[in-house]
């Protein structure tokens, strides 16, 4: 299906025309064929948050998470066939009950809800619809590769532009996969304590083609996004494990600390798909209410404190062939700076914020809270994605593991098990890393995994990980951020990360803080914009 429709776009696309206005539209229709390329389980998840914002806390509101619950339940059970451990009878019969329940929560939600089915599936935005979304200052960049090529579309409120690039897909993967190794360090999962003697010199990072895709992919849009300083960003394949911000917009053969970054000229905010500017913004209008920050953190595992130098190492060095899951849980290197971390966060939060620290922050203590009224919600803690750990077969946090694993405990709040969570928060922030990395399987999409899974639950924004963070980079990167938004609630989310990764970029004292590889691993998903109520 894909590939047809990339076909059908590079007909509509290449296709003469004998006037601009025609071109211009031609253009308009493809950029809308691109969105059903596009269409992603993250952009649905961001979806059903508008829906239930939309319908409110009322009787119809809960139908409606009892719905989208079944439906997760049902997707998860459905997997479940597969195994051939699992008890297929009681599975199906299961599977029956569910959708039994699903078909009589849609007739109840049809009746009192006649948009529901609408608003729950996003449909592709014309440009003038995404044009009426955009604040002065915004604007929206789509890009999808395909075999042959790279398209490239920009929309500001006042201006739309589109751009075939010749590279394809495989020479973006290639470009991607050069950035990326001076970008992930493979590291011991969340993160590893700062060197506080002999500093190494500033690390290599291929300027040239950071630079190179900008020309090829950015630069011929650039002046459709006129005096935009944000900029959210629809983008898939190689390219969704890259932030764009580590993209340079000028040549540079300098310091890092003084290169073009697209991050000086862009505050930028992923998005899974156009039609979720729509879905994230029907809920922006809500009562503000008072600010209220939840924080998990500082686990007790049993290794130790992970050094930078052993950064290059993957968490899969830390475990055994042999023992159980629990066994490799209490192997994980301990990460103190996330109750440092999150102490920080609380301050901001004066007599607003619960934070569960040590053997508190286990995996129980997280399905049992009552996060509905948590504006902030925080984990610092270790991020796994599938195969991490022999047996993980979806991506999730690591708590502070029980004596004994359960069903309701064992140490890993998976993908899964996120979604079930009953959230209204404004933000959660994951602390940890590889948290914006797919479910690991071949062709995943770019957002699945635990972004897809917190945006389900309820979260308007999330700010998740690309590559391991460095342990004393994520205290400061998270926390900057908070600050700058609680002195300026107005400032928004992806523009007060901005100014933090900024700061941290001209830190004087520690040169290594140049690198992209410390300050670029975060993004905000989601709306980037103001926090309600902040």
């Known amino acids: 299906m894909r590939r047809t429709l990339l076909l059908v776009l590079s007909l509509m696309l290449t296709a003469p025309q004998s006037r601009a206005e025609e071109a211009e539209a031609l253009a308009g229709r493809a950029f809308e064929g691109a969105q059903w390329v596009l269409a992603t389980q993250a952009a649905r998840a961001v979806a059903q948050v508008g829906v239930r914002a939309a319908a409110g806390d009322g009787p119809l509101g809960t139908r409606i998470r009892a719905r989208q619950a079944a439906e997760a339940d ?5 997997r479940a066939l597969a195994d051939p451990g699992a008890n297929a009878d009681s599975t199906r019969a299961e599977i029956r009950r569910l959708s039994d329940e699903v078909e009589a929560l849609d007739a109840e939600i049809r009746r009192d809800f006649p ?26 960049l789509l890009i999808l590769s395909s075999n042959a090529a790279t398209y490239v579309w920009a929309v500001s409120p006042d201006a739309t532009a589109w751009h075939r690039s010749d590279m394809g897909a495989a020479e973006v993967e290639a470009a991607v996969r050069a950035l990326r190794a001076d970008l992930d360090p493979t590291g011991p999962s969340r993160g590893a304590a700062a060197l506080e003697d002999d500093t190494p010199a500033e690390a290599a990072f291929d300027t040239g ?12 849009v650039a002046g459709a996004l006129g005096g935009a300083d944000s900029l959210f960003v629809v983008k898939d394949g190689p ?13 540079h053969n300098g310091p890092l600390a003084e290169a073009p ?26 009562a503000p209410r008072v600010p209220r920050f939840a924080g998990f953190g500082d686990p007790v595992f049993g290794g130790a404190e992970a050094p930078l130098q052993v950064a290059s190492r993957s968490i899969g060095d830390f475990f055994g062939d042999t023992g159980t899951q629990l066994d490799a849980i209490r192997q ?50 270790h991020g796994l994605i599938t ?7 979806e991506p999730a946090l690591a708590f502070t593991p029980p004596k004994v694993a359960c069903a309701a405990d064992d140490g890993l709040l ?114 980037g914009g103001a926090p309600r109520g902040g």
């Open 74 to 78: 049902l997707a998860r059970l459905t």
């Open 115 to 140: 948009d529901y089915a609408e608003m729950a599936s996003p449909r592709p935005l014309s440009y003038a619809e995404v044009q009426a979304l955009l604040a002065p200052g915004e604007a929206l």
């Open 209 to 220: 083609t950071a630079h190179a895709l900008y020309a090829a992919l950015i630069a011929p």
């Open 239 to 251: 390219l969704s494990s890259l932030p764009l911000s580590v993209l340079l917009t000028a040549p």
């Open 261 to 286: 970054w697209l991050a000086r000229r862009y505050a930028t905010t992923t998005l899974p798909a156009v039609a979720s500017l729509g879905s994230i913004r029907a809920g922006i209008a809500a």
């Open 332 to 381: 994980l290197p301990s990460l103190p700076g996330t109750a440092r971390e999150l102490r920080r966060i609380a301050q901001l939060f004066p007599g607003a914020a619960e934070l569960r620290l040590g053997p508190e922050a286990s995996e129980a203590s997280v399905k049992a809270a009552d996060l509905t009224g948590v504006t902030v919600l925080s984990f610092a803690t």
């Open 387 to 393: 195969g991490d750990i022999s047996g993980l077969a």
């Open 414 to 527: 998976t993908a899964s098990e996120a979604s079930a969570l009953t959230l209204d928060a404004d933000w959660v922030i994951l602390s940890a890393c590889n948290t914006a990395a797919g479910d690991g399987t071949p062709g995943a999409e770019g957002l699945s995994g635990l972004a897809r899974a917190f945006l389900f639950a309820g979260a308007r924004a999330i700010l998740v990980s690309h590559w391991p963070v460095r342990d004393d980079v994520a205290a400061r990167l998270t926390a900057d951020t908070l600050a700058r938004l609680a002195e300026d609630p107005g400032l928004g989310r992806a523009e007060a990360l901005r100014r933090a990764t900024l700061a941290l970029m001209a830190d004087g004292v520690d040169p290594s803080l140049a690198h992209p590889s410390a300050w670029a691993p975060f993004v905000v998903v989601g709306e």
